[in-house]
């Protein structure tokens, strides 16, 4: 397995949740008029799924109804 240079990934972000996660892993996607959305867990994608257009626009992440344990908003402040 060859090692991943940090300092040249691509990033991606989840529109859900706003977590970043590095372009060519598995990731989950969902398509939505048009445009491949990018998912780290099936549990962003679902919310996505109920509400598309909520979260179709870039810069939209719903990180305070995003409960997984990597939203910031699910530790306590």
Do not use: N, W
């Not at 060859?2 to 040249?8: E, L, M, N, P, V």
């Not at 529109?15 to 048009?34: H, I, K, N, Q, W």
């Not at 491949?36 to 719903?62: I, N």
């Amino acid at each position: 397995m060859d090692a991943i240079d940090t300092d040249t990934e691509l990033l991606t972000t989840d529109p859900v949740c706003g977590r970043e996660m590095t372009v060519g892993r598995e990731l989950l996607d969902s398509e939505y008029d048009g445009k491949v959305y990018p998912f780290c867990s099936e549990h962003c994608r679902m919310l996505f799924a109920l509400h598309p257009e909520k979260y179709a626009m870039e810069s939209t992440a719903d990180t305070e109804g995003c409960v997984h344990p990597h939203s910031r908003f699910s530790q306590a402040r």
